[in-house]
């Protein structure tokens, strides 16, 4: 979840770090600091906060020209945010400099171990004890950075990426990894080190994925790489298709507005290329054969958060289309529970980032119990779509939010083809279906961008309820998971009280929540499900005269609730499984203008990280 940037070449090694340490804020963070090689020992500069600390520290405090340092943005595990928690840490001679994303597990033995024998802590951290170790390797052997990195990696326990400088070592930095993410890029005459190639996409946009288990070492001229046992690493190069100005907000005021806006390229991005010559679908990274898709099933989705509920919209898709039986598993919970699994399982991992501790760990479990795993992902050469048989990639670009928009999106339109592929294989649509489906997939960014163009009412909608404290949100079918995800929202960007129910069930509980002008938003299903639509209507009859204020999403020419409703938010036509689609998009928007109306970080919403790297 952090950030973590390292340089080596003719530059200014300040100037690279701290710039990749802008790239990474929105991934979350509670302190920044860098550490440069100089003449022998080891500069620093360290602050808790945002990143303007920092500067405010180095335009008092500069530190000098350098072209070797590592730099650090963290997230409180161990020790609570504060100047002496920041990272890096440093050895007692300033020998040794590191940062360090993830969790030592086994840090306490380690740590008394070092106390033990004469070293003395100024942090509360786990990290620092791997600064200390490592220096105790250069002190007792005559060996390099990288053989004392190998030496200590052996004695972790735990998930973690590390970075370290030695300052009698200039021009060498090296990186260590386990189940937490490090890429290097690739320069002229300089290298990099980074949790995400957003540090380093001003300079380069070749990379080298990093695999489990792997220690890197760059200099100006090389990249070489070796697994924890010292033999010979695989790497992969891959080359990154989008450029800086993807991760700059464009004139908006955040990029959470900006992302929204994207949308329609980036669910036209996820459905472009899908198709074969001969009409059929294609997905790209497909390495499971269509025999082995005929031997499945049962399909299992794991997932976290927002993903989650793009998997359990992806439960009803998949069942439908399929006939194959689908669960949707939160990832913390999944292998905790002893989870059923075989050959004939297929386990689906949903994760933006790639680097989810939760879903990677699932993932892992699922693998030892030989169960197939097909990743959906938007980022090229992360961890999960690594260690799985499949992936698909979501190709939306860059998601600098935290909170998903665009993400949570391409990864329903990703389901959406997964499903479409397997029934393709299974045969259980014909052709013809499968093209009428992609027809209708295709026509959504046009809904989509209609939605925004109409934005401003919901906006308008936003500010009138930004002094309300609590906010509901119901539907049915595929509108549950869309209910969830507006609650989620709210929760996210403006800290309110919100929750999402599914309709059928307000009368077994949640209507005891109504109460006069509370706001009710209610997603209406398409008439198409005419059963279902009438329900609903139902409902917002229940909750309007209990004195609920209704907010109805309903598809353009449903007419039948206008009556019962005190908002009406019109959608664009679609078929009731493609309609989260849509529905979505106004909740976003609606959040987003709440949350920045009441004074709220909407990129970088309190207590949250992008990416949760840790369990």
């Given amino acids: 979840m952090c950030g973590i940037v390292g340089y080596v070449g003719p530059r200014s090694a300040l100037d690279v770090v701290i710039g990749g340490l802008r790239r990474l804020e929105y991934r979350g963070y509670d302190s920044g600091g860098v550490a440069l090689v100089h003449d022998g020992t080891i500069a620093w500069a360290k602050k808790q906060g945002k990143l303007a600390n920092l500067d405010k520290e180095l335009a008092e405090r500069p530190l000098p020209e350098s072209h070797t340092g590592v730099g650090h943005t963290r997230w409180a595990t161990h020790g609570p945010p504060s100047d002496r928690n920041a990272h890096p840490h440093l050895d007692a001679a300033n020998r040794i400099a590191i940062v360090h994303n993830g ?27 791997v600064a200390h170790l490592i220096a105790e390797q250069l002190d007792a052997d005559d060996i390099e950075l990288t053989e004392a990195v190998r030496r200590v990696v052996q004695q972790l326990r735990g998930a973690f990426t590390l970075v370290i400088t030695d300052a009698q070592q200039p021009g060498v930095v090296v990186g260590a990894r386990r189940s937490s993410p490090l890429v290097a890029g690739r320069g002229d005459g300089e290298n990099f ?14 990379a080298i994925e990093l695999g489990q288990d792997q220690i890197v070492t760059i200099t100006c001229d090389d990249i070489v790489v070796i697994d924890f046992d010292g033999a010979a690493g695989d790497v992969n190069d891959f080359h990154v298709d989008w450029d800086a100005s993807a991760a700059e907000k464009g004139g908006y005021d955040w990029f959470m507005l900006k992302e929204i ?11 472009l290329g899908r198709h074969s010559r001969d009409g059929a679908l294609q997905l790209d990274e497909m390495r499971l054969s269509d025999d082995e898709l005929r031997e499945i099933d049962k399909i299992i989705i794991v997932a976290c958060g927002t993903a989650s509920y793009a998997g359990l919209v992806a439960k009803y898709a998949i069942e439908h289309w399929t006939r194959i039986p689908c669960e949707v598993e939160l990832a913390s919970e ?15 991992a949903i994760s933006q980032s790639g680097e989810t501790m939760d879903t990677l760990m699932a993932i892992r479990h699922a693998r030892q119990q030989r169960a197939r795993v097909l990743a959906i992902c938007n980022t090229n050469g992360s961890t999960i779509p690594r260690e799985s048989d499949a992936v698909i990639y979501t190709h939306a670009g860059p998601e ?17 083809l997964l499903g479409l592929y397997l029934a393709q294989a299974r045969g259980t649509k014909y052709g013809d279906e499968i093209a009428s489906m992609m027809a209708e997939l295709e026509a959504i960014p046009a809904g989509i961008q209609r939605l925004l163009d109409d934005a401003g009412p919901v906006r308008e909608l936003a500010r009138e309820l930004s002094g309300e404290r609590s ?9 549950y998971p869309v209910a969830l995800e507006g609650a989620l929202k709210l929760k996210e960007l403006a800290y309110l009280h919100a929750e999402g129910f599914a309709a059928g069930e307000l009368k ?24 279902l639509h009438e329900k609903v209507v139902s409902n917002i009859q ?30 664009p036509r679609a078929p009731t499984l493609l309609q989260p689609l849509l529905a979505t998009v106004p909740l976003q928007i609606f959040a987003a203008e709440l949350a920045d109306t009441l004074g709220c970080d909407v990129d970088q919403p309190r207590n949250l990280a992008k990416s949760v790297t840790v369990e």
Avoid: W
């Fill in 103 to 129: 969790i030592i597990e086994n840090f306490a033995d380690l740590r008394a171990g070092l106390e033990a024998r004469g070293y003395e802590m100024v942090s509360d951290t786990d990290s620092e004890t």
């Fill in 193 to 206: 080190l980074a949790s995400d190639v957003a540090a380093f996409i001003d300079y380069t946009r070749e």
């Fill in 261 to 271: 806006d994207e949308q329609p390229r980036a669910v036209a991005d996820t459905l």
């Fill in 334 to 348: 999944f292998r905790y529970r002893d989870p059923i699994l075989g050959r004939s399982t297929l386990v689906v």
């Fill in 400 to 416: 600098v939010a935290v909170a998903s928009t665009k993400g949570f999106l391409s990864q329903l339109v990703a389901c959406y």
């Fill in 471 to 479: 906010v509901l949100f119901l539907g049915r079918h595929t509108g």
């Fill in 508 to 531: 077994h509980g949640p209507i005891a929540l109504i109460e006069d002008g509370l706001p009710v938003f209610v997603i209406v299903p398409p008439r198409g499900r005419d059963q």
């Fill in 542 to 571: 229940e909750i309007r005269a209990r004195g609920a204020r209704t907010i109805v999403l309903v598809e353009d020419g449903d007419d039948v609730v206008t009556e019962y409703a005190d908002t009406v938010i019109r959608l």
